[in-house]
């Protein structure tokens, strides 16, 4: 496989016409490298669609033989791995439910010793970079040749606006750990909501990710999975069009040290941004409360130790005392006109 790679398809094969339809019109517009398409869907609850099986393996197969390009699925077992064999799928991707699991990821490891397939490794759903770098290493015992990871965000219990929070860091210090596996990005399970994938996209591309690996569905509203997160074929066509791509592997070297550090200065600050929203979010559950207890908002000692409390721990990393409270006086600020807003709306109301 010669990186960077775009591969697309639906969430997941929902019939022999869908796939097939999905596959002429993405082979229409853009350049894919692969045609993905989930057969075994690990779904968080039960009940839902938890794809068609064994029997959309041929339906996806000739699909991809139709537009001369290479199909990707998902496997969680050894059983899944011989029959994605026997239908001659082409790439196989270790999916993040099954990547937590070491058990699991061995199982498929043994299962695949012998065969010259790719696979795709995508993250665990925890932030845990060992166990992303562990389920790698299983893989590469069964002396696999074609590995490649798979950015698809963590989980987290917090509210956010990502559906799997990116967290740039951890893929940048796999890229640290592992630089012979190529890194490519799915903006589709990061955002969970398309009107972000763009965003996402760019970012990945920013950052020397090898690729993307993005949900498209003939008519995403009325997808069996996923449907929130996939786009049209046009859509990916213009989002392609669009992205700033960098040229990934011959630049990689020419790439300054200079701009491999903005590019991580970048990450940084979109995390900064998240982890803000995040204690905005809290800010407005502490407005209400202290509406409800008929409480001030301005609380001068639990301010003074907060300030105390950060600046102590600022120079711990050797950031002044002068950068820390300016920063942190602004958030106050900002916290205090948002609880202002919320306290305010409510004694409307009443
Ligand atoms: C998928 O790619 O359809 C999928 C289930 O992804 P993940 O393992 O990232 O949730
Ligand atoms: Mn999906």
Redesign the pocket.
Same mark, same amino acid.
């Given at each position: 496989m010669k990186y960077p790679i775009t591969i697309c398809g639906p969430?997941s094969v929902e019939s022999e016409e869908q796939v097939y339809d999905v596959a002429q019109k993405l082979a229409k517009h853009i350049k894919i490298d692969a045609l993905r398409g %989930?057969i075994w *869907?690990?779904r968080t609850r039960p009940n839902s669609f938890e794809g068609r099986g064994k029997v959309a393996l041929k339906w996806l197969k000739q699909a991809g033989i139709a537009i001369k390009k290479p199909v990707a699925t !998902?496997v969680a077992n050894s059983k899944h791995v011989e029959e994605a064999l026997k239908h001659d799928i082409d790439i196989l991707w270790i %999916?993040? &439910?099954t990547s937590v699991n070491p058990f699991a990821v061995q199982e498929i490891a043994d299962a695949l010793k012998g065969t010259n397939v790719t696979v795709m490794i *995508?993250n665990p759903i925890n932030p845990d970079l060992s166990l992303w770098l562990g389920a790698i290493e299983r893989v590469q015992g069964a002396n696999i040749d074609n590995i490649c990871a798979i950015h &698809?965000g963590f989980s987290t219990y917090e509210k956010s606006i990502y559906r799997n929070k990116p967290k740039w860091d951890i893929p940048i210090d796999l890229k640290r750990n592992m630089p012979e596996i190529p890194i490519i990005c +799915?903006p589709s399970?990061i955002c969970g909501n398309r009107s972000l994938i763009r965003k996402i996209s760019q970012s990945a591309y920013d950052l020397n990710f090898d690729g993307l690996m993005i !949900?498209v569905h003939p008519d995403p509203d009325k997808a069996m999975s +996923?449907a929130q997160q996939q786009i049209t074929p046009a859509e990916v066509q213009e989002l392609m069009n669009n992205l700033v791509i960098r040229k990934l592997k011959p630049s990689l070297e020419a790439k300054s040290l200079l701009d491999e550090f903005r590019d991580q200065i970048d990450a940084f600050d979109n995390e900064l941004i998240e982890i803000l929203y995040q204690r905005m979010n809290v800010v407005e559950e502490i407005a209400a409360y202290k509406k409800e207890n008929k409480v001030t908002i301005y609380q001068p000692g639990r301010w003074d130790s907060i300030v105390n409390s950060r600046v102590e721990s600022g120079k711990t990393k050797g950031l002044s005392e002068k950068f820390i409270k300016s920063v942190f006086s602004a958030i106050h600020n900002e916290s205090i006109e948002h609880q202002g807003q919320i306290m305010n709306k409510e004694n409307i109301k009443k």
């Amino acid at each position: 496989m010669k990186y960077p790679i775009t591969i697309c398809g639906p969430c997941s094969v929902e019939s022999e016409e869908q796939v097939y339809d999905v596959a002429q019109k993405l082979a229409k517009h853009i350049k894919i490298d692969a045609l993905r398409g %989930g057969i075994w *869907k690990p779904r968080t609850r039960p009940n839902s669609f938890e794809g068609r099986g064994k029997v959309a393996l041929k339906w996806l197969k000739q699909a991809g033989i139709a537009i001369k390009k290479p199909v990707a699925t !998902e496997v969680a077992n050894s059983k899944h791995v011989e029959e994605a064999l026997k239908h001659d799928i082409d790439i196989l991707w270790i %999916g993040a &439910r099954t990547s937590v699991n070491p058990f699991a990821v061995q199982e498929i490891a043994d299962a695949l010793k012998g065969t010259n397939v790719t696979v795709m490794i *995508k993250n665990p759903i925890n932030p845990d970079l060992s166990l992303w770098l562990g389920a790698i290493e299983r893989v590469q015992g069964a002396n696999i040749d074609n590995i490649c990871a798979i950015h &698809r965000g963590f989980s987290t219990y917090e509210k956010s606006i990502y559906r799997n929070k990116p967290k740039w860091d951890i893929p940048i210090d796999l890229k640290r750990n592992m630089p012979e596996i190529p890194i490519i990005c +799915d903006p589709s399970h990061i955002c969970g909501n398309r009107s972000l994938i763009r965003k996402i996209s760019q970012s990945a591309y920013d950052l020397n990710f090898d690729g993307l690996m993005i !949900e498209v569905h003939p008519d995403p509203d009325k997808a069996m999975s +996923d449907a929130q997160q996939q786009i049209t074929p046009a859509e990916v066509q213009e989002l392609m069009n669009n992205l700033v791509i960098r040229k990934l592997k011959p630049s990689l070297e020419a790439k300054s040290l200079l701009d491999e550090f903005r590019d991580q200065i970048d990450a940084f600050d979109n995390e900064l941004i998240e982890i803000l929203y995040q204690r905005m979010n809290v800010v407005e559950e502490i407005a209400a409360y202290k509406k409800e207890n008929k409480v001030t908002i301005y609380q001068p000692g639990r301010w003074d130790s907060i300030v105390n409390s950060r600046v102590e721990s600022g120079k711990t990393k050797g950031l002044s005392e002068k950068f820390i409270k300016s920063v942190f006086s602004a958030i106050h600020n900002e916290s205090i006109e948002h609880q202002g807003q919320i306290m305010n709306k409510e004694n409307i109301k009443k």
